[in-house]
Protein backbone atom coordinates (compact mmCIF):
# COMPACT_ATOMS: atom_id res chain seq x y z
CA UNK A 1 0.00 0.00 0.00
CA UNK A 2 1.23 2.94 -0.44
CA UNK A 3 2.27 5.78 1.88
CA UNK A 4 -0.52 8.21 3.28
CA UNK A 5 -0.20 11.49 1.66
CA UNK A 6 1.47 9.97 -2.11
CA UNK A 7 0.51 10.57 -4.91
CA UNK A 8 -1.06 7.09 -5.29
CA UNK A 9 -2.84 6.93 -2.10
CA UNK A 10 -6.44 7.19 -1.33
CA UNK A 11 -7.33 10.35 1.29
CA UNK A 12 -10.54 11.20 2.44
CA UNK A 13 -11.25 14.81 3.31
CA UNK A 14 -14.10 14.36 5.42
CA UNK A 15 -16.52 15.95 2.85
CA UNK A 16 -19.81 13.60 2.90
CA UNK A 17 -19.86 13.24 -1.23
CA UNK A 18 -16.55 12.08 -1.13
CA UNK A 19 -16.56 9.30 1.04
CA UNK A 20 -18.34 6.95 -1.36
CA UNK A 21 -15.23 7.41 -3.44
CA UNK A 22 -12.97 7.42 -0.88
CA UNK A 23 -13.79 3.76 -0.01
CA UNK A 24 -13.92 2.46 -3.82
CA UNK A 25 -10.47 3.54 -4.13
CA UNK A 26 -9.55 2.14 -1.29
CA UNK A 27 -11.34 -0.97 -1.82
CA UNK A 28 -9.42 -1.57 -5.39
CA UNK A 29 -6.15 -1.11 -3.63
CA UNK A 30 -6.88 -3.23 -1.16
CA UNK A 31 -7.43 -5.78 -2.85
CA UNK A 32 -4.88 -5.11 -5.50
CA UNK A 33 -2.73 -5.72 -2.40
CA UNK A 34 -3.92 -8.63 -1.17
CA UNK A 35 -5.03 -7.27 1.89
CA UNK A 36 -7.22 -9.30 4.39
CA UNK A 37 -9.98 -7.50 6.85
CA UNK A 38 -7.52 -7.26 9.38
CA UNK A 39 -5.02 -5.49 7.22
CA UNK A 40 -8.09 -2.96 5.73
CA UNK A 41 -9.09 -1.96 9.06
CA UNK A 42 -5.83 -0.97 9.93
CA UNK A 43 -4.59 0.54 6.98
CA UNK A 44 -7.75 2.71 6.26
CA UNK A 45 -7.10 5.06 9.64
CA UNK A 46 -3.85 5.71 7.68
CA UNK A 47 -5.54 7.78 4.97
CA UNK A 48 -7.78 10.44 6.46
CA UNK A 49 -6.80 13.14 9.37
CA UNK A 50 -6.52 12.67 12.67
CA UNK A 51 -9.45 13.60 13.81
CA UNK A 52 -11.51 11.37 11.59
CA UNK A 53 -8.95 8.77 12.68
CA UNK A 54 -9.53 9.06 16.14
CA UNK A 55 -13.14 9.16 15.34
CA UNK A 56 -13.72 6.30 13.23
CA UNK A 57 -11.21 3.20 15.49
CA UNK A 58 -14.25 4.13 17.42
CA UNK A 59 -16.56 2.69 15.39
CA UNK A 60 -18.22 -0.83 15.35
CA UNK A 61 -16.26 -3.42 13.19
CA UNK A 62 -12.77 -1.39 14.08
CA UNK A 63 -11.74 -3.59 17.02
CA UNK A 64 -13.27 -6.84 15.96
CA UNK A 65 -11.24 -6.27 12.30
CA UNK A 66 -14.43 -7.12 10.64
CA UNK A 67 -13.89 -4.90 7.62
CA UNK A 68 -17.87 -4.79 6.38
CA UNK A 69 -18.91 -4.06 9.25
CA UNK A 70 -16.56 -1.06 9.97
CA UNK A 71 -17.56 0.43 6.91
CA UNK A 72 -21.09 0.06 6.98
CA UNK A 73 -20.70 1.50 10.25
CA UNK A 74 -18.64 4.58 8.62
CA UNK A 75 -21.12 5.05 6.21
CA UNK A 76 -23.89 5.44 8.65
CA UNK A 77 -21.52 8.10 10.10
CA UNK A 78 -22.29 10.53 7.05
CA UNK A 79 -26.00 11.03 6.70
CA UNK A 80 -26.81 11.07 3.03
CA UNK A 81 -22.92 9.21 1.64
CA UNK A 82 -24.87 6.13 1.14
CA UNK A 83 -26.27 7.89 -1.99
CA UNK A 84 -22.87 9.53 -3.45
CA UNK A 85 -22.20 12.54 -5.33
CA UNK A 86 -24.97 14.61 -5.11
CA UNK A 87 -25.79 18.11 -7.04
CA UNK A 88 -28.22 20.85 -6.80
CA UNK A 89 -29.64 23.49 -9.23
CA UNK A 90 -27.20 25.94 -7.38
CA UNK A 91 -24.50 24.18 -8.39
CA UNK A 92 -25.88 23.84 -12.30
CA UNK A 93 -26.22 27.53 -12.30
CA UNK A 94 -22.71 28.05 -10.65
CA UNK A 95 -21.08 26.66 -13.84
CA UNK A 96 -23.56 28.20 -16.03
CA UNK A 97 -22.40 31.69 -14.65
CA UNK A 98 -19.32 31.55 -14.55
CA UNK A 99 -18.79 30.34 -18.02
CA UNK A 100 -21.65 32.94 -19.27
CA UNK A 101 -19.53 35.77 -17.52
CA UNK A 102 -16.37 34.35 -19.25
CA UNK A 103 -15.60 34.22 -22.81
CA UNK A 104 -15.68 30.95 -24.77
CA UNK A 105 -13.88 31.57 -28.01
CA UNK A 106 -12.04 28.47 -28.64
CA UNK A 107 -12.94 24.91 -28.60
CA UNK A 108 -11.07 23.96 -25.71
CA UNK A 109 -13.08 26.55 -23.61
CA UNK A 110 -16.59 24.68 -24.83
CA UNK A 111 -15.26 21.45 -23.72
CA UNK A 112 -14.23 22.92 -20.66
CA UNK A 113 -17.68 23.99 -20.02
CA UNK A 114 -19.27 20.78 -20.86
CA UNK A 115 -17.23 18.89 -18.92
CA UNK A 116 -18.28 20.75 -15.69
CA UNK A 117 -21.69 20.75 -16.86
CA UNK A 118 -22.22 17.55 -18.17
CA UNK A 119 -22.02 15.81 -14.65
CA UNK A 120 -23.87 17.72 -12.75
CA UNK A 121 -26.60 18.01 -15.03
CA UNK A 122 -26.62 14.41 -15.85
CA UNK A 123 -27.10 13.60 -12.19
CA UNK A 124 -30.04 16.51 -11.96
CA UNK A 125 -31.93 14.82 -14.72
CA UNK A 126 -31.14 11.29 -13.56
CA UNK A 127 -32.58 12.01 -10.30
CA UNK A 128 -35.61 14.24 -11.47
CA UNK A 129 -34.53 17.12 -10.55
CA UNK A 130 -34.75 18.78 -14.14
CA UNK A 131 -36.02 17.99 -16.85
CA UNK A 132 -34.11 17.07 -20.55
CA UNK A 133 -35.20 20.37 -21.72
CA UNK A 134 -34.57 22.31 -18.81
CA UNK A 135 -30.85 20.71 -19.01
CA UNK A 136 -31.22 21.88 -22.72
CA UNK A 137 -31.90 25.65 -21.54
CA UNK A 138 -29.37 25.44 -19.02
CA UNK A 139 -26.45 24.04 -20.86
CA UNK A 140 -27.25 27.36 -24.01
CA UNK A 141 -27.32 29.72 -20.72
CA UNK A 142 -23.74 29.39 -20.26
CA UNK A 143 -22.57 30.34 -24.00
CA UNK A 144 -22.31 33.86 -25.00
CA UNK A 145 -24.86 35.02 -27.42
CA UNK A 146 -22.36 34.66 -30.36
CA UNK A 147 -22.30 31.19 -29.97
Known sequence: ??????????SFSGETSELLEFLELFEDLA??????????????VRYVNLETKRFWVTLTGYESKDFGVFKTNIIGQYPGAAKGVRYTIHDLKHVILNTAESDVSMETELVQY??????????????????????????????????
Open 114 to 147: YRQFCPIAVWLVANSKISERERDRYFWQGLPHSA
Open 31 to 44: ASCRLTDVDKCKMI
Open 1 to 10: MPGPGSSKAP
